[in-house]
């Protein structure tokens, strides 16, 4: 909004914010408030995938639509035809992973992921396709979601002696999750750590330290990624926000906001949930992340996926992009 303006086809965009405070029921009760009473003609955010699951009905019912900013899980796409997702669509990094992994030598890996819905997704779109690129998964470790102490999870992938170890964990616990590997000692042990970005999230990286030098992940987004498009926005981003780095979370909203405004100029202004849900299918577009689409059939995100490796540029660390696998959509959409 701060770079184009609160005006789109002659309609003013305002901003209603709500603090669901992570808990379904409030989502639900907040999503229909919004729609009732405050009359909204878009939801956007969604932090976790059962907040996202509990508004499927008021958007089936009001025929709203709700841009996906943060929730990852394949299934929740097929719960309302008025959802449409600009962050990821579950396994959509964890693939190229796999891929990138058996073609650089490590054939023998353990899975570590967090359990519940994100994770079963990540752990089944990594091990399907390392599989299929001819690797071994030594043993599949899940872990609980609240209060993980990765410890004796890290003991057992030790004892497995693979390769190395796939791990997804949501974002903000990969600090303690690098901690607890260095002082397992893998990285000594010679076990290569290998994820998805949200274990070396941009915003928290300097904060975690060496342990996360040479960590090898996937994903959509690195504030190191070279284009005019996320040179601009990561100087907005730090001018407005007393220069805090952007995050994947960060590109996700911003996008979001893109494709309502698009939506919009396409129908002209009009706000009839539906023809704004037609006028997204199929958009592209340049992210700060780089090109995006809207895949018509699923109304779900088609994006490059980056492999990137943990380095230090100008004495602070990034994910400095490796290689890049494009096009890649979530292999549980149809």
Same mark, same amino acid.
């Given at each position: 909004m701060a770079l184009h303006g609160d005006t789109v086809a002659g309609k003013k965009i305002e901003l209603v914010l709500r603090d669901d405070a992570g808990t379904a029921d409030q989502t639900r009760r907040i999503a229909q408030e919004l729609v009732v009473n405050e009359g909204v003609s878009m939801l956007t955010g969604f932090g976790l995938t059962p907040l996202a699951m509990s508004v499927a009905p008021v958007l089936n019912q009001a025929?709203?639509?709700?841009?996906?900013?943060?929730?990852?899980?394949?299934?929740?796409?097929k719960q309302s035809d008025y959802f449409v997702r600009t962050s990821m669509g579950g396994p959509q990094s964890?693939?190229?992973?796999?891929?990138?992994?058996?073609?650089?030598?490590?054939?023998?890996?353990?899975?570590?992921?967090? @359990?519940?819905?994100?994770?079963?997704d990540i752990e089944k779109g990594f091990t399907d396709q390392f599989k299929k690129e001819g690797g071994e998964i030594v043993e599949a470790v899940r872990v609980?979601?609240?209060?993980? @102490?990765?410890?004796?999870?890290?003991?057992?992938?030790? %004892?497995?002696?693979? %390769?190395?170890v796939f791990v997804f964990v949501p974002s903000g616990v990969g600090s303690l999750f690098m901690k607890q590997f260095t002082d397992r000692g893998l990285k000594e042990a010679g076990i290569k750590l290998i994820a998805t970005g949200d274990v070396t999230d941009d915003d928290l990286l300097n904060g975690i330290g060496d342990p996360a030098m040479g960590v090898v992940t996937g994903h959509f987004y690195s504030a190191n990624h070279d284009s005019p498009e996320n040179k601009a926005f990561v100087e907005q981003v730090r001018?407005?926000?007393?220069?805090?780095?952007?995050?994947?979370?960060?590109?996700?909203?911003?996008?979001?906001?893109?494709?309502?405004?698009?939506?919009?100029?396409?129908t002209g202004g009009d706000t009839d949930g539906t023809k704004l849900v037609e006028?997204?299918?199929?958009?592209?577009?340049?992210?700060?992340?780089?090109?995006?689409?809207?895949?018509?059939?699923?109304? @779900?995100?088609?994006q490059d996926?980056?492999?990137?490796?943990?380095k230090k540029v100008d004495g602070e660390l990034y994910n400095v992009e490796l290689k890049t696998y494009e096009k890649i959509r979530d292999p549980n959409a149809n």
């Open positions: 025929k709203v639509p709700a841009i996906i900013t943060s929730a990852t899980t394949s299934a929740i796409m964890a693939v190229p992973v796999a891929t990138w992994a058996v073609e650089n030598g490590l054939k023998r890996v353990v899975t570590l992921v967090t @359990d519940y819905g994100p994770g079963h609980p979601l609240q209060n993980p @102490d990765f410890a004796p999870f890290l003991q057992r992938v030790r %004892d497995a002696k693979p %390769d190395a001018k407005a926000n007393n220069n805090m780095r952007p995050n994947f979370m960060s590109v996700g909203g911003y996008d979001a906001m893109h494709l309502a405004y698009a939506a919009l100029e396409k006028a997204m299918k199929g958009m592209e577009w340049m992210s700060p992340r780089g090109p995006i689409a809207i895949d018509p059939a699923t109304r @779900d995100i088609v996926i980056y492999i990137r490796e943990v």
